[in-house]
T-cell receptor, first 112, second 113 residues
Framework: GENVEQHPSTLSVQEGDSAVIKCTYS??????FPWYKQELGKGPQLIID?????GEKKDQRIAVTLNKTAKHFSLHITETQPEDSAVYFC???????????FGTGTQLKVEL | DSGVTQTPKHLITATGQRVTLRCSPR?????VYWYQQSLDQGLQFLIQ???????AKGNILERFSAQQFPDLHSELNLSSLELGDSALYFC????????????FGSGTRLTVV
């Protein structure tokens, strides 16, 4: 299958709080899990990715965790700031790895 | 600047018309992908080219076609346009396969009136 489910669709947090977005995939052969951030009027930008041989990866305030057994991966943003407000997409390769299939997106709003 | 160049940035055209969207991939990337993003919708895969050849096809309408040229730039042709074709069209490029990661362009906003 080529389904990637993403939750929640919207997320509102107070500045300084943490935000967690979760994705579930169906293809057990998936081995690459990127996260993209899309600001208004711009193209999606890769912010972090993880490969299947690693369980967690951190880059400053963002981290991604992977649970291959349960087929889900999550994006964690700590100490959220107003500039983190955007739409976040998870993705994974499908169709034999020829393309990325994206989740439906999460609108994150960081309130002052 | 991501290195992926899309032109034009905005396009307004009438129903029934034909338009061409252009994409230049990041230097060194051989694969080009086209995605459609409608209002409040996610990223829908249209088609992929690798080094001039079609490699994967999504739910691309028969009215839409694409190609990748020897210099690796790609064009997406949309014909017999309908109001529902209004959307953001993104191009992305990668070295080879999707598992090497994508870089997206800034998109072309198409408005059909």
């Amino acid at each position: 299958g080529e389904n990637v489910e993403q939750h929640p669709s919207t997320l509102s947090v107070q500045e300084g709080d943490s935000a967690v977005i979760k994705c579930t995939y169906s293809d057990s052969a998936s081995n690459y899990f990127p996260w993209y951030k899309q600001e208004l009027g711009k193209g999606p930008q890769l912010i972090i990715d993880i490969r299947s041989n690693v369980g967690e990866k951190k880059d400053q305030r963002i981290a991604v965790t992977l649970n291959k057994t349960a087929k889900h991966f999550s994006l964690h943003i700590t100490e959220t700031q107003p500039e983190d407000s955007a739409v976040y997409f998870c993705a994974t390769p499908t169709g034999g790895g020829n393309k990325l299939t994206f989740g439906t997106g999460t609108q994150l709003k960081v309130e002052l | 600047d991501s290195g992926v160049t899309q032109t034009p940035k905005h396009l307004i055209t009438a129903t029934g018309q034909r338009v061409t969207l252009r994409c230049s991939p990041r230097s060194g990337d051989l694969s080009v992908y086209w995605y459609q993003q409608s209002l409040d919708q996610g990223l829908q895969f249209l088609i992929q080219y690798y080094n001039g050849e079609e490699r994967a096809k999504g739910n691309i309408l028969e009215r839409f076609s694409a190609q990748q040229f020897p210099d690796l730039h790609s064009e997406l042709n949309l014909s017999s346009l309908e109001l529902g074709d209004s959307a953001l069209y993104f191009c992305a490029s990668s070295v080879f396969e999707a598992r090497y990661g994508y870089t997206f362009g800034s998109g072309t906003r198409l408005t059909v009136v």
